[in-house]
Structures are given as C-alpha cells and as structure tokens.
C-alpha cells in the first residue's frame, strides 16, 4: 500500500494515528537539528518533521538531502503542531516521520511549481507536466472535468444520446482549412479531420436516434488567432422533430444548469436580440451585455450641417463613455491614437463633453451648438459626467472600430466583471456572407442551415438580405454556442450547393452521401454545438482557454512539449507514397 491517506485529508481528528503519505516534495526548512517538509499531492499539502531525537539521525540526514520534486514515501505518527497554518486544511497537523523511503529522485525543476512561478509560457508549456503540478493549472483541469460532468449529467436526464463519431472522414465545410491525414490503404487518397461532427449528426437523424450529443474533438486548420487551438473540444448536439424554439429551451437549460451548478448563479430567461440589432446597438455579434454603452446613431442629428467629415459618412455613430467626462485632454488624445493604431483602423475621434452643469463642449464645436449636441446627448444616453465619443466611415468598418473602443473602455472600467454573466442569445443571423477575396458569397455558419421560412425566393434576387434559422448563444462578449435548424430535403439542399458555388457533380462528390440520406425519410431536425474549452474558460472567469487544456498548442500550432508537428522519415513517405515539394 503506497499511501493510507492522501495530502490533504489529515487534521486534528486524526491525531495520533498511524499513516503512510506519498508524495512530491514541495519545499524542506533545514534548521539542523530539525527539517520540515511540505509533502504535496493533487489533493493537498502535509507537513512531515524529521529531528534528531524523535527520529534517528540517519534519517534527519536522509530528509536533509531530499531535493526538491522527488518523490517519497513515508510512515509517520500524525502529531499536533506547534505552529498551526489556518490558511490550509491540514495546518492543524504534521507527521512525525519514522520511514522514509524514496521512490524517485527529481532534477530540479526549471521553474517554481508554486502558485505565482517564475517560469514563463514557453518553459510551461516544454515542461506542462511540471506545470500541470501548480494549483491554477491542476484547478482548472478540475474545474473542466467538473463542467463536463454536469453536462453529461444533464443532457443523460434530457434523453440525449452520446454517440461518438469518426474522426477519419471527409472535409466537412465549417469555414476552415482541413487537417489532412494520407491513406496508406489507399494510394493517393487521403481523409480529413472533421471541422465538426456536422454531417455525421445529422445522418445520426436520419437514423433515428432523436437527440445526440458529443464531447468532440474538432480540428481547423485556420491562422492561429490570439488564444485559439488548432484542435478544440465541442459540446455537439442535435435534435429531430423540433423547432428554433424548442433548441433554444433546450440549450438554455444547459447552460443555465451549468451557471447554477458550477458558479451558483440562477439566470431566469435568457435574452434575445436580432442579428441586425446586435450590430446596429453593439456593432458585434456577440455583444458584451453586462454593461451599458449601447451605440447610438447619430446621422439624423449631425449630418446637414457644415461638417463634411460626417456628411460623406455612410454611419456617424456614438457611444457615452460613463463618468469620461474627468478624461484630460491628454487622456483623450491618447484614446484617439489608441483607436487610430492599424489593429484597429479609425481615422478619427469626434468627442463631446458631458459637463456637470448640463452644458457640452464639443471637438467641433466650430459646427454644433449646445442644442445640437443636446440631441446627440439624447441619442447616445449621455448623462451629466460622460464622454461622448463619436466616430464616422463605412458602416461595417465603423461599427467594428467603435465596438473595439467599447471593449476596451469597459475594460479599463472595469464594466467587464468575471464574477457577472450575462448570457445572450443572437438570432436570425444572414444565410450568406459575401467574401472579398472570392468575390462570392459563403454560407455565414454552414452551407446545411435553412433560410427562415418564405426567403427562398429571395435568393435569387438578393441573397445577401436572406435571413436564417441560426442562432448563437453569446455569453460576456463570447461566443459559446452557435447552430441552425437545418435543410433536410434534397431540393433545398441542392439549390443551397448551387447558390454557394458547388457544381452539382462537385455537391455530389462532397456531399453525394447526405443528399443521399435525405431521400430515406430524413426529420425535420437542428442543433447546436459549445466551444468547450472557451465555455469552460469563461465560467472559470478567465479569458484565456489554454490554462483549462491539458496539453495545448502554442500560437505556431505547434505543442513544444512532444516538438510536433515534425517530419518523417523517408521510409514512411515511400509507404504512403508521398513525396514532398517543399517551399523552403
Ligand atoms: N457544426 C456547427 C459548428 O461547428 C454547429 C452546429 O451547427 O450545430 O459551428
């Protein structure tokens, strides 16, 4: 028996007792005559005492050499201590040692295994499984295993099914690159990860199995942007026989288990916005609800009169920045090149003071009198104390860089609490989406989802305005969620391929085998997949998913710890006959 209790279950109750603990040294006090060592598992700390009287001299010497990570064992008296740690569950106690043995030795860890190390990311992530020793790694990791469970839980009482579904298939179209995989078997041919389990779910449908989820590996091949990872877990779900409506319920009693059981927060109703509201009020389609800021739009009130900046504007639009009224002039400035800088794009900044006394003091003045900026005061819902900040351009462009500003004030308020949640459904989401590089349209979420009912006809005349039964479950600025109800006849589906591009032998050779199924008796059906790791990450109160996966990849895709990806070797290549061509 390796151990009779683990590092953090021993207290005053167990005084005097007989135990065996094994673990891995956290730090030893050497004073001589006496050494203390905190013993460490995933479940706690324990002080063990080592002195030349209670215990032999050997072994006092024995403790004394114990480096620190090694991994020991020991037999002991559980005593009370002189001086007691309240701020840990065993600080009552030590254990007066009467056998060491040692089961490993340890080099010394390149960075500290403490709660603040002072390893940077990149050691961290070489040595994870050092790292994964800290208690904000390990604690998140638990925490996941914890939000899983509880959906497992919960979507097992819902009648959900788990299914697994491959993962050597064939491209599946999520709006990303494939991760390919060559075919020994089959010279020549290779499979794809899946983007998502998409198409398997909804043949799961057809095959009657009513409600599906998944825990799931998903795998894009996209340009890594800040915090995400080449492969990433999903809650992938669907349902047959069913509404917008009904996945609406269905998901928001997920998620609103999960807030009550993991955060203990109770959300009655979630609320609702159009798509079009959320970019016309956030300029974003998943807008930050917790706090105010609300964009209004300004056009009505500031254009017509001298200033051509806004005159040729498409979209002057404002938000009222709380309290932005105490910004100096040079705060300001600083504000304007902050969203002047590429990232982010603006040309400019028009501000207008809110002050104390009801009066404004405007950036341009020059062509707005008091009762001008009375109206944008309105429209904006400034109040005595803010800062109107006001910019103006292309309506798409304009509305992405003042939802930027928007973030980043919050931020700098404070408005974006991690302890807060606010869970917002967007809806009815474009179908299409026109893309500048190819000069054609896209399927905005994939090209399975069904337009709302009566917009077919609008396809052909203007199928940017075609709306669709998509919809995304935004939760503190993120998106967690995101699906559709589905096409599930053969007609609709084809002229969907045809309006995004496909040849019918080209939607035939992709996706032959789910027109196919459809002809058997396909259900109305639709569905929803979670990002989990991000879903986890927020509930957590963080931000950053990496810390909430085992082994992540770095922002090159790469995983530093195993140094993959990696070549093979020539052999291999023969056998999968592939040769490579490559570009450097
Ligand atoms: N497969 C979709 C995605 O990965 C989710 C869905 O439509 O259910 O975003």
Known sequence: ???????????????????????????????????????????????????????????????????????????????????????????????????????????????TIEDKTDGGEDIRMKYRYLDIRRNPVKDSLIFRHKVTQEVRNYLSKEGFIEVETPYLIKSTPEGARDFVVPSRMNEGQFYALPQSPQTFKQLLMVGGMDKYFQIVKCFRDEDLRADRQPEFTQIDCEMAFIEQEDILNAFEGLTRHLLKEVNGVDIEKFPRMLYDDAMRLYGNDKPDIRFGMAFG????????????????????????????????????????DWIKRPQVGALGMVYCRCNDDGTFKSSVDKFYNQDDLAKWAEVTNAKAGDLICVLSGDTNKVRTQLSALRMELAERLGLRKPDEFAPLWVMDFPLLEWDEETERYHAMHHPFTSPKPGQLELLKTN?????????????NGNEIGGGSIRIHDKETQSLMFDYLGFTPEEAKAQFGFLMDAFQYG??????????????????????????????????????????????IDDEQLTELSLKLNLKS
């Open 522 to 567: 396909a259900p109305p059906h639709g569905g929803l997949a979670f990002g989990l790791d991000r879903l986890v990450a927020i509930l957590g109160g963080q931000e950053t998913i990496r810390d909430f996966i085992a082994f992540p990849k770095n922002n090159s895709g790469r995983d530093i710890m195993i140094d993959a990806p990696a070549p």
């Open 463 to 475: 199928p940017g305005d075609v709306k669709a039964n998509a919809y995304d479950l935004v939760l």
């Open 297 to 336: 739009e300004l056009n009505a009130v500031a254009q017509h009169k001298d200033f051509g900046v806004f005159n040729n504007a498409e979209l002057v639009v404002g938000i009222a920045v709380p309290g932005g009224n105490s910004y100096t002039r040079k705060e300001i400035d600083k504000l304007i």
């Open 1 to 111: 028996m390796y151990r009779s209790h683990n590092c953090g279950e021993l207290n005053a109750t167990n005084i005097n007792e007989e135990v065996t603990l094994a673990g891995w040294v956290q730090k030893s006090r050497d004073k001589g005559f006496i050494v203390w060592i905190d013993l460490r598992d995933r479940y706690g700390i324990t002080q063990l005492v080592f002195d030349e009287e209670r215990t032999s001299k050997d072994m006092l010497q024995q403790a004394q050499n114990l480096g620190r990570e090694y991994v020991i064992q020991v037999k002991g008296t559980v005593i009370e201590r002189a001086s007691k740690n309240p701020n840990i569950a065993t600080g009552d106690i030590e254990i007066l040692v009467s056998e060491l043995n040692i089961l490993n030795e340890a080099l010394l860890p390149p960075f």
